[in-house]
Structures are given as C-alpha cells and as structure tokens.
Antibody, heavy 123, light 107 residues
Framework: QVQLQESGPGLVKPSQTLSLTCTVS??????????WSWIRQPPGKGLEWIAY???????YYNPSLKSRVTISVDTSKNQFSLKVTSVTAADTAVYYC???????????????WGRGTTVTVSS | DIQMTQSPSSLSASVGDRVTITCRAS??????LNWYQQKPGKAPNLLLY???TLQSGVPSRFSGSGSGTDFTLTISSLQPEDFATYYC?????????FGQGTKVELK
C-alpha cells in the first residue's frame, strides 16, 4: 500500500526559498500510470493546486505560481520535491503531496495523499 | 484557466437528510471532475472521479453526476461522519483547479 510523507522546515523567512520533499513508499513511483503532485491550503481557506510531475520529469504548474515554483523528482530515493522562491506571508499554508492516478487514459485524480506539513512564513 | 464554482458555500443538514452540492465549470470539462471530502486537520480524501465513479472503499450513499459544465455530488442519507468540507476538482486541462469548497454542518 503506497504511503506519502512530506518533510521540510516548518518556518521560512520572507524572501527565502521554501523547500519540501515527499517520500513515497510502495511500488508505484516509477510508473507512468501515476503522477505526483503538490497542493496547499492556507489557514481557513480552500485547496490550491501547485504543480505535478511524472517520474520522468514531465512537469505542469499553476500559472499563478509558475514563476516561483519548481517541482522535481529523485527516482533513486522515491522522492519528489517542491521549491518556492521569494516567499511571503501569503505562502503560509499546509502543503500536501499526493499521488495522481492516471491509469485510465485521460483521467487524473489524486487518490493517495500525505498527511500534510504546515509551513509558516515569518521573520 | 478553468474556474470552478461550488454552491452552496455551506449548508446545514440533519442526519438522514439528502444533500446535494453543485459544481459548475467556466467551460466544458467533459467528465473530468473529481470530488474530495476533507475533515478538519486531515488531508482530503477522494470520493469520486470521472464525475460519477465511486472510489474504492467509499460508501454507496455518495454519488456523482453531470458532464460538460454542471456537476452534482449527492449524499443520499447524511451520516454523522459526513460532516466535512467537500471540494470539486477539474482535471480536464493540464492546469487544474479546485472549487472553493462546501462545508456541510450539523443543523
């Protein structure tokens, strides 16, 4: 059974870079049936999709964040990562990683989620 | 970007009630619409994908319908564990968007 676990610092200073890693346990990481995604949720607000990637590095970004965000994969460690540059208080959120199921052609849905990690941007 | 609008933003209901939540897309998304349930302090949980296909393990009281721009999530008989926030999510294009959420509260 696949499991996802986010890790990274809980506090980041304004203007710095936020870096998070999602470690995937299970055997689905290196399969084109699945993509890997980051989603965030500011306090008291709804879900915002950030980016997703395949294990071979095909990447897709939310246009509103694209200039500051990079998603990458490390297949040797079954991990994928997120970097957000020039952070402000508006980047304070719970960050989730998720597996995107693409086993049915054309369908993309997030069927396994990490528990989330809280990131606060503050000096 | 495709905008997703859910209605209502919140609703109050009682155990046993039939509940319907609507999600409207700003342009056609065919049937590439997913529904998630989120409880406080927890990660979202997939309920349905492809507008109407129930995810494995999800109770059959949850159902979905619609195609094109208009979709509904129905809970046939609300149970105590169903009080939560529900989100729709379109994956029709390579740029995804969520609805703003619908909070289902106890009347």
């Amino acid at each position: 059974q696949v499991q996802l676990q986010e890790s990274g610092p809980g506090l980041v200073k304004p203007s710095q870079t936020l870096s998070l890693t999602c470690t995937v346990s299970g055997d689905s990481f290196s399969s084109l049936d699945y993509f890997w995604s980051w989603i965030r949720q500011p306090p008291g607000k709804g879900l915002e999709w950030i980016a997703y990637t395949s294990y071979i590095g095909n990447t897709y970004y939310n246009p509103s964040l694209k200039s500051r965000v990079t998603i990458s994969v490390d297949t040797s460690k079954n991990q994928f990562s997120l970097k957000v540059t020039s952070v402000t208080a508006a980047d304070t959120a719970v960050y989730y990683c998720a597996r995107v199921n693409n086993r049915l052609e054309g369908y993309f849905y997030m069927d396994v989620w990490g528990r989330g990690t809280t990131v606060t941007v503050s000096s | 970007d495709i905008q997703m609008t859910q209605s209502p933003s919140s609703l109050s209901a009682s155990v046993g009630d039939r509940v319907t939540i609507t999600c409207r897309a700003s342009e056609t998304i065919r049937h590439y619409l997913n529904w998630y349930q989120q409880k406080p302090g927890k990660a979202p949980n997939l309920l349905l994908y492809g507008a109407s296909t129930l995810q494995s393990g999800v109770p059959s009281r949850f159902s979905g319908s619609g195609s094109g721009t208009d979709f509904t999530l129905t809970i046939s008989s609300l149970q105590p564990e169903d009080f939560a926030t529900y989100y729709c999510h379109q994956s029709s294009s390579t740029l995804w968007t969520f609805g703003q959420g619908t909070k289902v509260e106890l009347k």
